[in-house]
C-alpha cells in the first residue's frame, strides 16, 4: 500500500551531511521510499494511508555497524576487580578475559544464546537501531562458532531489525591452540570458514589484528580465503599498536576497518583510495580510559568515511546505546554532530555493503526511518541516554 508521511522535516543524510528539507513529505510502497521532498512539491495523487508527524525531525533509522552481541556470562565482576586495582594481566592469568566469555559462550545453548542476546538488541532498537551487524567470535571452535552464527541469523528472522552476520574467528587464540596460531588461523581457512559459508551463515569475515591476537601475515591468510569464497572482510586495527592492518584491510578493499586509534597516515591514504570506511568506537576508547585519539585530521583530509557505533561486547564496550555512542563520538573523538549522525547512517550502511538500499532517505531506498520529537538534528549526539520521543518506520511498517 502507498503511504504518505507528513507535516515533518527530514535529515537525509544523503552525501554524508544533513541535506535538510524542511516541511517534508514521504511516500512509501511497500518496503522501499518512492518519493522525499517538500510537502508543497508532493505528486499529486492517491494515498490510502495518510500518517501525521507533527512536525518531527525524520532521519534514517539507526545502524550498528559494529556490534558482538551474542556471547555468553557477564563480565561486570572483572570491570569491579579493573577499579579496585587488579590488571587486566592478572585477570586473564586468572582464567578471566576473553577466555571467560569463550567458555560461557560454549557452555550455552543456542536458545540461552538468543534469549540473552534479544534483550540487547531490544535496548538498540529503542534508541532507534532499525540495522545492527553482529559478529561471533566467542566460540573459536567449529560447533560453537556455527552456534553463534544460527543465533545471529535467527535474531535477524524473529526480530524487528535487519541483521548482519559476520564471522569473526580470528578473534583471539583458542585454549586448545595455546601457542599455535599459525595452527589456528590453517584451521580457519580449511575448515571452518568453508563450511560455515556453505551453510550460509556468514555475509562478512572479521579477523582480529593486533600484538595480543593476529598478525597481518596470518590475517592476509584469512583474507584469501575469504577472497576465495566470495565473502567481503572487515577488520579491527590498530586498536593498541601501529601493525597497518587499516592498510592491509585496504588492498583487499575491506568494507571497513576499525577502532583505528594508532593508525598513521598512510593508513588512512590506503583506506580512502579503497573506499575502506574507518569505524570508530568510541565506548571501548572510553570504558579502556584510551588516551590515543585516531587520526581524525588525517581520516577528513584524505576523505575518509566515518563511522560510528557501539562495539557492544562483555569486555571493552558493554554499550547498550547507540545514540550514548553518538555523544562520545563527539565529547571523545572530536566528530561533529552532523559527523556522528552520518557515522551511525550512511557511512555506517558502506560499512555493512549495504549503502545502495539502506543509511539516507532517497527514493528507492529501503523504507527504514525515525520521526524523532526533537528540536534538530544535533540533539541526537546531545542528550546523554534517556528515551526521546519517536515513531520507528522499518520497511514502511511503524513498529512498537
Known sequence: MKTLWQNCHAATMAQGVYSIIEDAAIVTQGEHIQWIGPRAELPVGDYPAVNDLKGAWVTPGLIDCHTHAVFGGNRSGEFEQRLQGVSYADIAAAGGGIASTVRATRAASEDELFASAAKRLKSLMRDGVTTVEV???????????????????????????????????????????????????EHICAEMLPALAAEGLVDAVDAFCEYLAFSPEQVERVFLTA?????????HAEQLSSLHGSSLAARYQAL??????????????????????????????????????????????HGVKIAVASDLNPGTSPALSLRLMLNMACTCLRLTPEEALAGATIHAAQALGMAQTHGSLEA?????????????????????????????????????
Open 364 to 400: 528507492g531506498k529501503v523504507a527504514d526511518f525515525v520521526a524523532w520529537h526533537i528540536d534538530r538534528p544535533a540533539d541526537l549526539s546531545y542528550w546523554l541516554g534517556g528515551d526521546l520521543e519517536k515513531r520507528v518506520v522499518r520497511h514502511g511498517v511503524e513498529i512498537d
Open 227 to 235: 577472497q576465495r569464497l566470495d565473502l567481503p572482510v572487515k577488520l
Open 135 to 185: 559478529k561471533s567470535g566467542y566460540g573459536l571452535d567449529l560447533p560453537s562458532e556455527r552456534k553463534m552464527l544460527r543465533v545471529i541469523r535467527r535474531l535477524g528472522a524473529e526480530l524487528p531489525v535487519s541483521v548482519r552476520s559476520t564471522c569473526l574467528a580470528a578473534h583471539a587464540l583458542p585454549p586448545e591452540y595455546k601457542d599455535r596460531a599459525d595452527d589456528y588461523i
Open 256 to 301: 571497513s576497518a576499525d577502532h583505528l586509534e594508532f593508525m598513521t597516515e598512510d593508513d588512512a591514504k590506503a583506506m580512502a583510495e579503497s573506499g575502506t570506511v574507518a569505524v570508530l568506537l568510541p565506548g571501548a576508547f572510553y570504558f579502556l580510559r584510551e588516551t590515543q585519539l585516531p587520526p581524525m585530521d588525517a581520516l577528513r583530509k
